[in-house]
């Protein structure tokens, strides 16, 4: 079946400009998490979303990002005022819910120069 | 929040030679871990998970409570194995937050 998708695959941007990077998760899976990529730092949690309650934020680096999701499925995140070090490789993943033992499946990611 | 540490940013061993992947938790409570590798220019996918205790693509890795360790580990590397691994606990803590390890690239050197 279809996994999860990530639009654009890439996107430039200019400093100071506000982006949207789309995730559509597995159909049916509750829970959506947001990750950053950066060369050399590993992987970093941003924001969770589990089905109807509030999303967990802890992760988000400033007020410049936000995500929200839709009707329990697609998910938008965005960064305003974009900086440099905002350049990344932004993955979505999705799993069938929380708790222990939930395989995350993860899309393609997307990647975001800012120059 | 669970933690997991993997001291090694870089592993780079040779084809033929034993590989292990060094990952340590730091909470308490029964873990449940999992390792995710990642290709070059694929995605990031799960490779193992310590409860169904299964061999995939040759790599294990043994929950160790005393040590508190989940190290993946492989007798003979092959060429293939070059990728970025991450340990990773699930986020069944209540606090929602998952934190993976900064991950190991490995490289396995012809």
């Known amino acids: 079946g279809a996994g999860v998708s990530q639009s654009p695959s890439n996107k430039v941007t200019e400093k100071g400009k506000d982006v949207e990077l789309r995730c559509d998760p597995i159909s049916g899976h509750t829970a959506l998490y947001w990750y950053r990529q950066s060369l050399g730092q590993g992987l970093e949690f941003l924001i969770y979303f589990q089905g109807n309650s509030a999303p967990d934020k802890s992760g988000l680096p400033s007020d410049r990002f936000s995500a929200e999701r839709t009707g329990g499925s697609v998910s938008t995140l965005t960064i305003q005022r974009t900086q440099q070090e905002d350049s990344a490789v932004y993955l979505c993943a999705s799993s069938r819910t929380s708790g222990s033992s939930y395989e995350q499946y993860f899309g393609p990611g997307t990647r975001l120069t800012v120059t | 929040a669970q933690r997991v540490t993997q001291p090694e940013k870089l592993l780079s061993v040779f084809k033929g030679a034993p590989v292990e992947l060094k990952c340590n938790y730091s909470?308490?409570?029964?873990?449940?871990l999992f390792w995710y590798v990642q290709y070059s220019r694929q995605r990031l996918q799960l490779l193992l998970r310590h409860i169904s205790r299964e061999s995939i693509k040759g790599f294990t890795a043994d929950l160790n409570k005393g040590e508190t360790s989940f190290h993946l580990k492989k007798p003979f590397a092959q060429e293939e194995d070059s990728a970025m691994y991450y340990c990773a606990p699930p986020d069944g803590t209540g606090a929602n937050n998952l934190f993976f390890g900064t991950g190991t690239r490995l490289t396995v050197i012809p």
């Open positions: 909470y308490s409570g029964s873990p449940e």
